[in-house]
């Protein structure tokens, strides 16, 4: 047996990487791997002296022997998975979830592109130690809600995953790096991007982050935010930065990062509702639209099984979004991919159609009069939508709008706040885009990041 887990999982070249390892074999050592695109061995550690510790409660900080590792200077900013071997025991395949830890190397902004990591989502849905915010979740009463240590196997890889397998693959489990974004940051790669990385705790610590590049992305299941990291970001696009979000349930709950970062808490219900809802004014009071242009509430969810294949309709076919797409408006893209690019969760805006019935119409619904009382920023533009139909196993919040009836859907759509935000509105995109299969895709991907890359005043 042996499991590892960083004490801080981002540093700087030159810095000291420390892991918290348990091995019950007297001595083991350290394959650290590169991602880029596949896993490329970095470093080998000698034969280290191994200890065996307890495993402890989901809340707590495990505490387990410390090894320090010294990352050299000249270390490309990426993300790395550190595998343990035990002596005695086969070499450690990469993802091995029972001996891998990940944790990235931040960049000095030499480039242009920062790529988000969403750690929080990872250990929100990390059941190492027996619990996470979806089962036997800890409590903590100062501040209220459920608790859970980022000081523990898991977060993106190496621990234990809540939650139902992918029906279209279930090589990687879901709220893990290889589902998504490893899969997005290989397709960056191949096509000659040069992102540089950090971790969404890194963006609540540091105000300054995101103003070093032109460019905050984020892919897959972006679904827990602090106060702060959110505040940065925002303050970042007012002043002119630009953000593209590849995903979908974007900023659904808030978090409260506690113990110096070692531990977060999240309230999602109870007697007094659920107070780190970010959009109800029970809640935070700050509706998750306002950040990239739609909601989960507006979308919809499909967890488990063969879901529906469908895909996006074009509803503004000369945007420079589509600019050699070929597409025109009507015309729908991404639903014969395996997975279909709409889902498994998706997040829309709020639409009116008085036909809506699930069926993609030849014209999509168009955005509600009364949008901007949901937070729906007024420069938004609808660029195209999946109608997602009462069959979907989640319908978030079915708001009656000022006319019509609200129409759940899937939304891609872009705004401006002094820089310009993209969102997707669906998780799988990441998926679709690294499997090929739909050119569609890959145009509209390069178009978002080449034109972000280039320009703040993209509009």
């Not at 074999?25 to 490329?40: E, T």
């Not at 290989?186 to 103003?211: I, N, Q, S």
């Not at 820089?419 to 145009?443: C, H, K, N, Y």
């Amino acid at each position: 047996m042996i499991q590892a887990y960083p004490a801080h999982a981002s540093v700087l070249p030159g810095q000291r990487l420390v892991l918290h390892v348990s091995t019950d074999r007297p001595r083991f050592r350290v394959h650290i791997f590169r991602w880029s695109g596949a896993l490329q061995p970095v470093l080998r550690s000698d034969w280290l002296r191994g200890e065996r510790a307890p495993a402890l409660g989901p809340d707590q900080d495990w505490n387990w022997p410390a090894y320090g590792f010294d990352i050299p200077g000249d270390w490309d900013s990426a993300v790395y998975i550190a595998c343990c071997e035990a002596d005695g025991a086969p070499p450690p395949a990469p993802w091995m979830p029972q001996a891998a830890a990940l944790f990235v190397v931040r960049g000095g902004a030499r480039g242009r592109l920062l790529v988000k990591l969403p750690l929080a989502t990872w250990h929100a849905y990390n059941h190492s130690g027996g619990g996470c915010f979806y089962d036997n979740p800890p409590q903590s009463a100062h501040p209220p809600g459920a608790r859970v240590s980022l000081r523990r196997p898991g977060g993106g890889t190496g621990g234990v995953v809540f939650g139902a397998p992918d029906h279209y693959d279930d090589s990687s489990p879901r709220q893990t790096f290889a589902h998504w974004d490893g899969r997005f940051i290989r397709w960056l790669l191949r096509h000659g991007y040069e992102p540089e990385f950090c971790t969404d705790f890194d963006v609540h610590a540091d105000p300054a982050l995101c103003g070093r590049y032109r460019l905050l992305l984020s892919v897959g299941h972006d679904e827990y935010w602090s106060e702060p990291a959110r505040d940065h970001v925002e303050a970042f696009i007012a002043n002119g930065g630009n953000a593209a979000f590849f995903g979908a349930n974007l900023c659904w709950w808030r978090i409260h990062y506690v113990d110096d970062g070692r531990a977060m808490v999240c309230h999602q219900g109870g007697a007094r509702g659920a107070r780190d809802q970010w959009w109800p004014r029970g809640g935070a009071g700050r509706p998750e639209d306002a950040l990239g242009g739609a909601s989960y509430r507006h979308g919809g969810g499909w967890w488990d099984g063969p879901r529906r294949a469908q895909g996006y309709v074009v509803r503004a076919p000369d945007h420079w979004v589509f600019a050699g797409t070929g597409l025109r408006r009507g015309d729908v893209f991404g639903a014969h991919t395996r997975p279909p690019l709409v889902g498994y969760e998706c997040d829309g805006v709020p639409l009116v159609d008085e036909d809506a019935d699930g069926v993609p119409p030849a014209v999509p619904p168009r955005l509600a009069p009364d949008a901007a009382a949901f937070g729906t920023p007024g420069t938004y533009e609808l660029l195209a939508s999946c109608v997602l139909g009462d069959d979907w196993q989640e319908l978030p919040a079915r708001e009656r709008h000022a006319e019509g009836r609200g129409v759940h859907a899937a939304c891609m759509g872009i705004h401006s706040r002094g820089g310009t935000v993209f969102s997707a509105g669906t998780t799988d995109w990441a998926q679709v885009l690294d499997g090929g299969a739909e050119p569609i895709v890959e145009r509209i991907t390069a178009n978002v990041i080449d034109r972000l890359l280039a320009d703040g005043r993209s509009r």
